[in-house]
């Protein structure tokens, strides 16, 4: 019984694999426009209907391998010291999990290529910013203290994706190879970019209700 499992589960993530290299094969050879889930599924030698069982969107299909990304971050992030902030601990957990000894599985033919289709695609871009890994919301919202649907861990959320996306482009448009140190070098120096610009508006931003060089405005009193 156990080996009929182990066989099925295999023959299950075989498939999926094979889905996401079909994805990303057709969307690089065809574009994104213009591939649909019926030559994905065809090019994988399974039907459309066995498509929907793995994914729900052809865009699901391409930014999967963000799933086994996110495992691993949130696995790191899990581990990391309570009092660092939440953009430090992904930043950190970020890198660790581009250079840790799973890294293949993200630098796989499909995953060096996927990097390209989401960067060259409008649609993609839009769906990779507001995509997010439940073990990872998971993991993040113990650190803003607040629930994942929550307006700081949201911003937060939004933020580091699109700081993410902004590093992936940067290194797409460069035209080299994915490699765990390139994207971990463009990822340090987007957040490092990030954390200057919040530095410099923080520090160039009036005190609420100080007009600039002079105190602090009265409180306006209402009449009696």
Known sequence: MDARVSSLRLRKMRT??????AAVDL????????????????????SPRTFA???????????AVLD???????????VLPSEMGPLTA??????????????ERFHSRSGDRIVRVV??????RRAAIVYRSPPVEEAMARRFKAGTEDGPMELGMTLISVIVLHAWNVVAASGALLTSPLIGEELDRT????????????????????PEGGRAAEPRRGCK
């Not at 069982?53 to 930014?63: D, E, G, H, I, Q």
């Not at 490092?192 to 530095?199: D, R, W």
């Open 16 to 21: 999926r694999a094979g889905l996401i290299d």
């Open 27 to 46: 969307c690089l050879s065809r574009g994104y426009q213009d591939t649909t889930v019926e030559h994905i599924a065809g090019a994988a030698g399974v």
């Open 53 to 63: 069982r793995y994914f729900p969107t052809k865009a699901s299909a391409l930014l």
């Open 68 to 78: 086994e990304l996110g495992e691993e971050v949130a696995a790191t992030l899990r």
């Open 90 to 103: 992904m930043r950190t957990a970020l890198q660790k999990a581009l250079a840790s000894a799973h890294r």
């Open 119 to 124: 960067t060259a695609s409008e649609a993609l």
């Open 191 to 210: 957040f490092v970019e990030f954390a200057t610009l919040v530095a410099d508006l923080d520090a160039g931003e009036p005190d609420q209700g100080r």
